[in-house]
């Protein structure tokens, strides 16, 4: 997992080979194993699946300027935990790493910050004009869905968080906008919690082994848990 990337003002750049433990190292492979399309990563919650796919995310931006889509049914459920806890934990990972208090105080080489969160828009820009947005299949009362914006784009990579929250239409949409050009396969990401699962989700099915286990419907997918 050497990741060597980017310039700090401590060694000349920006080592993002942040520690992880022994099952969010298994995780990191298997996002970086080009057999796969569509990974569904299946466990309870606080288990780290989701820090590590952001960290996998962001590592995509850096390296390969990558436009990434992360999605959940409703952007409260995002916002209350992602982006208020798991974003700021995988980005100040990443700058204790490398000697700064905080994930805000990283600059570049020419003073470039190394990344910008606009909360009006929710995305994260990085200081290669990559970046990775955050937004719902769905709105509230509070905010509007921007999931017909977010269909005229073309992505990197699309993650799904709680996929069981969310259509199989919706599912099905989105695989089509997987379609920037990448020196690495674009990747489909889902994270689910134990729960009730619908259609779409019990196709990924735990009760098998998930290691070897390829779903019958599309030998592109795995499934973890």
Same mark, same amino acid.
């Not at 996002?31 to 057999?35: E, P, R, V």
């Not at 969160?117 to 009006?120: A, E, H, S, V």
């Not at 989105?174 to 990448?182: E, G, I, N, V």
């Given at each position: 997992m050497?990741?060597m990337?980017?310039?700090s003002?401590?060694?000349g750049c920006?080592?993002m080979?942040i520690h992880? @433990?022994r ?6 492979n298997r ?5 796969w399309?569509?990974?569904?990563f #299946? $466990? !309870?919650?606080r +288990? /780290? %699946? &989701?820090?590590?796919i952001?960290?996998?995310l962001?590592?995509?931006c850096?390296?390969?300027?990558a436009?990434?889509l992360?999605l959940?049914?409703?952007f409260t459920s995002?916002? =209350? $935990?992602?982006?208020q806890? &798991?974003?700021p934990a ?7 790493h490398?000697? #700064?208090a %905080?994930?805000q105080?990283i =600059?570049m080489?020419?003073? =470039?910050p190394? !990344?910008k969160?606009?909360?009006?828009d929710?995305y994260l820009?990085? #200081?290669? /004009?990559? #970046? *990775?947005?955050f $937004?719902?299949?769905?709105? +509230?009362a509070n905010?509007?869905?921007?999931f017909?914006?977010i269909?005229?784009?073309e992505?990197?990579h *699309?993650f799904?968080?709680e996929?069981?929250e ?7 949409t ?9 020196p ?5 990401l ?5 729960t009730r699962k =619908?259609?779409?989700t +019990?196709?990924?099915?735990? @009760?098998?082994? !998930?290691?070897?286990?390829r779903?019958p419907r599309?030998?592109r997918?795995s499934s973890w848990s």
């Open positions: 050497k990741m990337i980017a310039k003002r401590k060694a920006l080592d080979n992880l @433990t099952k969010q190292r298994i995780m990191w996002l970086n194993d080009g057999q399309k569509e990974v569904l #299946y $466990g !309870a919650s +288990s /780290g %699946k &989701t820090f590590v952001l960290y996998w962001i590592v995509q850096v390296a390969h300027k436009n990434c992360v959940r049914n409703l995002l916002q =209350t $935990g992602m982006l806890q &798991t974003l995988v980005l100040n990972a990443i700058a204790k490398n000697g #700064y %905080k994930w105080e =600059t080489k020419d003073g =470039t190394f !990344a969160y606009n909360g009006k929710n820009m990085f #200081y290669n /004009g990559s #970046y *990775i947005k $937004g719902s299949i769905r709105g +509230s905010d509007e869905s921007q017909d914006k269909l005229s784009s992505w990197g *699309i799904i968080d996929v069981s969310v259509e199989e239409r919706a599912v099905d989105l695989r089509s906008r997987l379609a920037q050009k990448l690495v396969r674009n990747k489909l889902f994270a689910l919690n134990p =619908t259609g779409h +019990s196709g990924f099915s735990s @009760t098998r082994p !998930a290691r070897d286990w779903s599309s030998r997918r």
